[in-house]
């Protein structure tokens, strides 16, 4: 692929939002270039912003439109391109980095030698904006992309909880469901570092749930199969992340801390990274502890250390999960309403609107 198209075909992908940038360098292009053939490649720089039909697509680059369309299906079933329908006509955008074109390389749980060869390739990608942040405290994406929200039962039924807290009322309200492969620990098992933790956790959302199913990403799940999973991670000492944003949600993930991006840039940017905290917190009550260390090992933010037998909390690290009010035996743990407790965007056209302004930031630095 020539150097002009790399860099039109990281200009289109980095205009599409989302929590990673698209930065030039080395590592990018060749993810890239495995990623999308040069066909692929044209035509991912000719899509709109907006979703758009195959015909208008394939009026703007000047093609037959069922050739563009054939290639279109192979992009969204390779994971580049998101499709929807409406009124009877396909509709088809290009993702971004991430969430988007990451996640659909391994959602499915697939073990070929191109999956090995993308974790690689996401991985060398990761390394490089690490390196890019190393030398700063700041977390490059400045607004959070994905937020966490609390284990439902342990907040407090005397507080009222705004729907955007409830992961169950996304459930009830949704018209699809579907499961995939955590991509977070599936890369990583790829890459020879694998985790204990359940696998099959991540779910998507209405038309995302689709476009999973369709696609193979993942499959249709009930309801009832959601809140089990809900339970299943719960009792694993995961933590749920959902997309920031309170209209609805295209996801839920099920998180740990050793693999998953989103805990990581919270700990290392001091819970200003990709997620925003829940609207709870924890409190401590010393008096009643019996300093069992049961949630020790479950706190992903290591908010809580054991001392001499005695159990230490910050609270400045806590980003009010609920995991570990939900093992303490003497009720020393609770959740507790946030001072401030951040509100998400309301959409998606909100979210990215914010995300595009972080990562424009970034890359004026």
């Not at 992309?145 to 005397?158: L, Q, Y």
């Not at 995939?180 to 570092?193: A, F, V």
Request: glycine share 6%.
């Amino acid at each position: 692929m020539p150097d002009h198209k790399y860099e039109n075909l990281r200009a289109a992908i980095q205009m599409r939002g989302g929590s990673m940038p698209a930065i030039k360098s080395p590592e990018f292009f060749a993810l890239i270039d495995y990623l999308f053939s040069q066909e692929e490649a044209d035509l991912a720089v000719a899509m709109p912003i907006m979703p758009a039909s195959a015909e208008e697509i394939s009026i703007k680059v000047g093609k037959d439109a069922g050739k563009v369309r054939s290639h279109l299906e192979t992009m969204a079933d390779k994971g580049l391109v998101y499709t929807f329908d409406k009124n009877s006509l396909r509709f088809y955008s290009l993702l971004p980095l991430l969430p988007g074109i990451f996640e659909m390389q391994f959602l499915s749980g697939d073990v070929s030698e191109r999956a090995v060869r993308l974790a690689h390739l996401f991985e060398d990608y990761f390394q490089a904006l690490d390196r890019l942040s190393s030398n700063t405290t700041q977390s490059p994406i400045p607004f959070p992309v994905a937020r966490v929200i609390s284990v439902e039962k342990e907040i407090p039924a005397t507080y009222e909880i705004h729907p955007y807290d409830k992961v169950s009322q996304y459930i009830d309200k949704a018209e699809y469901i579907a499961v995939g492969t955590c991509y977070c620990r599936h890369h990583g098992e790829l890459l020879g570092r694998p985790c204990t933790k359940p696998k099959e956790v991540c779910m998507g959302f209405g038309p995302d749930a689709r476009f999973m199913a369709e696609r193979k990403f993942g499959r249709l799940i009930s309801k009832d199969e959601a809140r089990a999973i809900l339970r299943r991670t719960e009792e694993a000492g995961l933590v749920h992340c959902s997309s920031n944003m309170s209209k609805y949600v295209q996801f839920v993930c099920n998180c740990c801390s050793c693999h998953c991006g989103i805990l990581q840039s919270m700990k290392k940017f001091n819970m200003k990274g990709s997620a925003a905290v829940s609207g709870f917190i924890t409190a401590f009550d010393a008096d009643s502890c019996i300093a069992c260390g049961d949630c020790v090992e479950r706190c992903p933010m290591e908010a809580l250390t054991m001392n001499d037998d005695r159990l230490l909390f910050d609270s400045n690290r806590c980003i009010g999960c609920g995991l570990c009010s939900s093992t303490c035996p003497s009720g020393s743990l609770t959740l507790v309403e946030r001072d401030n407790a951040p509100v998400p965007p309301r959409d998606w056209r909100q979210l990215n609107a914010s995300l595009l302004s972080s990562v424009s930031e970034l890359l004026k630095n």
